[in-house]
């Protein structure tokens, strides 16, 4: 077979959703090992990182946008070691650990298949946990600060949700690029903040504290709610942008610009903030590590819980 590619006879595992509804409809299940085609890496994934995206899913809030058929293998990001490389692919190896965005869907697995193009190798001294940690909440608030938002130094940010997994890593995108920072967080969560940059915490549940924000150039909206406290945050001709809120272009006072965003692929963004990780310059957080079988009872908690991003264990 080509580039190692050999019959796989372990047993695979997955977390798979069956139907929209409750914590029922997510099962842990026996599966066929994917074989890489053209173009492809099978990965033995270590740790997969978890979203409150999958609850979304799950509920069929997102039925509209993302149609799916089941059963689907949920899970958007995964670090773990390369099995097995299909035809045309260079650049890996056999055993070489990498991380990697599959597209919302298909990280909960033993074995995973998937474009070799979305894989990024990880630099030794990097833990799988917080490699794991990296793709979807760092490139999230790096291209909603900079692609979209258009932070540069010397402006200021209002990052709405700083202490979760996105949050945590664009408080630190944004303090590092000069910009001056204040984030909302929960009050045990407010000294977490402080600590990764920002130059202000506000409790997020004090509305007498956020009224007193104000002339900010930028707000990152990451909780979708508490949109009518946080226009009066902008100065004239300021944007919001949200991660959460599809509708805030419609809701958006006349003097202020606002869009809703979802995150991309970009394999060079997300090699550089890999690295910039492994290099201790931006950390990663990783506040809870769930085991593979309890997968379908926490994704009902998603996005609460302590700061930092929650993994998924696959063994």
Same mark, same amino acid.
């Given at each position: 077979?080509p580039?190692?590619?050999e019959?796989?006879m372990?047993?695979?595992?997955?977390?798979?959703?069956?139907?929209?509804?409750?914590?029922?409809?997510?099962?842990?299940d026996?599966?066929? %090992?994917?074989?890489?085609?053209?173009?492809?890496?099978?990965?033995?994934?270590?740790?997969?990182?978890?979203?409150?995206?999958d609850?979304?899913?799950?509920?069929?809030?997102?039925?509209d946008?993302?149609?799916?058929?089941f059963?689907?293998?949920?899970?958007?990001?995964?670090?773990?070691?390369?099995?097995?490389?299909?035809?045309g692919?260079? &650049?890996?190896?056999?055993?070489?650990?990498v991380?990697?965005?599959?597209?919302?869907? *298909?990280?909960?697995?033993?074995?995973?298949?998937?474009?070799?193009?979305?894989?990024v190798?990880?630099?030794?001294g990097?833990?799988?946990?917080?490699? %794991?940690a990296?793709?979807?909440? &760092?490139?999230?608030?790096?291209?909603?600060?900079?692609?979209? *938002?258009?932070?540069?130094?010397?402006?200021t940010?209002?990052?709405?949700? *700083?202490? *979760?997994a996105?949050?945590s890593?664009?408080?630190?995108? %944004?303090?590092?690029?000069?910009?001056?920072?204040i984030?909302?967080?929960?009050?045990?969560?407010?000294?977490?903040?402080?600590?990764?940059?920002?130059?202000?915490?506000?409790?997020?549940?004090?509305?007498?504290?956020?009224?007193?924000?104000?002339?900010?150039d930028?707000?990152?909206?990451?909780a979708?709610?508490?949109?009518?406290q946080?226009?009066?945050?902008?100065?004239?001709?300021?944007?919001?942008?949200?991660?959460a809120?599809?509708?805030?272009?419609?809701? %958006?006072?006349?003097?202020?610009?606002a869009?809703?965003?979802?995150?991309h692929?970009?394999?060079?963004?997300?090699?550089?903030?890999?690295r910039?990780?492994?290099?201790?310059?931006?950390?990663?957080t990783?506040?809870?590590?769930?085991?593979?079988?309890?997968?379908?009872?926490?994704?009902?908690?998603l996005?609460?819980?302590?700061?930092?991003?929650?993994?998924?264990?696959?063994?």
């Open positions: 077979m580039n190692g590619q019959t796989m372990a047993n695979n595992r997955a977390v798979r959703l069956h139907g929209y509804g409750g914590p029922d409809t997510v099962t842990v026996d599966v066929p %090992a994917p074989r890489a085609g053209p173009g492809e890496v099978t990965v033995r994934v270590a740790v997969a990182g978890m979203n409150p995206f609850r979304k899913l799950r509920s069929g809030a997102l039925r946008e993302l149609p799916l058929t059963p689907v293998t949920l899970g958007a990001e995964l670090a773990g070691t390369v099995e097995a490389l299909g035809d692919v260079g &650049g890996l190896t056999v055993g070489q650990r991380v990697g965005w599959t597209g919302n869907l *298909g990280a909960y697995a033993r074995l995973v298949a998937l474009g070799a193009a979305a894989l190798p990880v630099p030794d990097l833990g799988d946990a917080e490699a %794991a990296v793709p979807v909440a &760092g490139l999230t608030a790096s291209q909603a600060l900079f692609e979209h *938002g258009g932070l540069v130094a010397g402006r940010v209002l990052i709405h949700g *700083g202490s *979760g996105v949050g890593f664009a408080v630190q995108l %944004a303090a590092r690029a000069g910009a001056t920072v984030a909302t967080a929960s009050a045990p969560n407010l000294a977490y903040v402080r600590e990764l940059g920002a130059a202000r915490a506000v409790d997020y549940a004090d509305a007498a504290a956020l009224a007193q924000v104000s002339a900010v930028l707000v990152l909206d990451l979708g709610r508490g949109l009518d946080l226009w009066p945050t902008l100065k004239p001709g300021g944007t919001l942008i949200s991660t809120a599809f509708d805030v272009a419609a809701r %958006a006072p006349a003097s202020l610009t869009r809703a965003i979802q995150m692929a970009d394999a060079g963004q997300l090699a550089a903030l890999v910039r990780v492994a290099d201790g310059e931006l950390r990663a990783v506040g809870r590590t769930v085991a593979f079988d309890d997968a379908a009872a926490v994704i009902e908690g996005g609460a819980g302590p700061p930092g991003k929650t993994v998924l264990a696959v063994r």
